[in-house]
């Protein structure tokens, strides 16, 4: 596990709240537009890659979702969500891991990232998140990113950011892009980033 990165995570949502950390929202309308476009069963396996205490738990349970598990490199980030959700947290797994160390005992229908796979900044730390996708990904891939035009760190950590062609070239091993979408993202503190979002399809599944 890379330990300063794990110290960094449990830091910020040990003292920050939801109004006080940019990616905040409080409907992830992009995400969710991009998981109904699939037309799945609400049986389908959902996995939020860097969930934290994002709201897109809360709106798949409340449209009907029965097998979502969350993951993040923070167990206090996880906490807030739980206590968030009171007994519908009990409907969820929930997995604290770094993402590179992350080894799933089963395949998901769809492997959503926002804002997690773009702290990856080494052809080693991509390299090895793609490896995991293509062995645990049966289904759909959505990953948001920022942009070209998007901030060029986070949360004081340096990120990678991404256009169309790049995040497409970046999965093209097993998944087809079948859209992406800009978005423009208001923090709670009054600024905009720019987030690029892909849908893919795993092609042995097309």
Known sequence: MNVQR??????????????EVSWTQEI?????????????DKSAKIID???GDSKLVDHLLNQGFENITVLDISENALEKA???????????????????????TETYDVWHDRAAFHFLTTDEEIEKYKSIVNKS????????TFSENGPLKCSGLEISQYSQEKLTSTFEEKFDKIDSVLEDHQTPFG????????????????
């Open 28 to 40: 992830p309308k992009t995400s969710l537009a991009f998981i109904h476009s699939f037309g799945l």
């Open 82 to 104: 739980k206590i968030r959700l009171v007994e519908k947290a009990k409907k969820v797994t929930w997995i604290v891991s770094d993402i590179l160390d992350f080894e799933p």
């Open 6 to 19: 794990k110290k960094h995570w449990e830091t910020v949502y040990e003292t920050k709240n939801p109004d």
């Open 49 to 51: 890659i860097g969930g």
């Open 137 to 144: 990904v049966d289904g759909f891939l959505i990953i948001g």
């Open 191 to 206: 600024t905009t980033q720019n987030f690029l979002f892909c849908g893919f399809k795993n092609r042995l599944n097309s």
